[in-house]
Nanobody, 124 residues
């Protein structure tokens, strides 16, 4: 059974930082592209960042480029999202997603497995 478990969310003031983690189990993590998506109340789930299975290629939404960094540690089956210079509009539930054997995608429909999400709240 595949599990993706996110952690690291919380409440932070605008301008602050958080680091999200997502640990995968039950899948071939080393051959999985990973993505982070987020969903604010009443809105659709949106792409945030993605990383190839080797970590050699990364992709970002324009809204987070230069502030967020996605990385992975395949030895720990973990993908990270370092979030700096946080803004109130970054407030959302953040989800980790995996797609085995495929290239990273901005399209959430391309991902096979999802975590339960972690809440990030940025106060002004």
């Amino acid at each position: 059974q595949v599990q993706l478990v996110e952690s690291g969310g919380g409440l932070v003031q605008a301008g602050g930082s958080l680091r999200l983690s997502c640990v995968g189990s039950g899948l071939n993590f080393r051959r999985s592209a990973m993505g982070w998506f987020r969903q604010a109340p009443g809105k659709e789930r949106d792409f945030v960042a993605a990383i190839s299975y080797s970590g050699g290629s990364t992709y970002y939404a324009d809204s987070v480029k230069g502030r967020f960094t996605i990385s992975r540690d395949n030895a720990k089956n973990t993908v990270y999202l370092q979030m700096n210079s946080l803004k109130p509009e970054d407030t959302a539930v953040y989800y980790c997603a995996a797609t085995e054997g495929n290239w990273p995608s901005v399209n959430l429909g391309r991902y096979d497995f999802w975590g339960q999400g972690t809440q990030v709240t940025v106060s002004s």
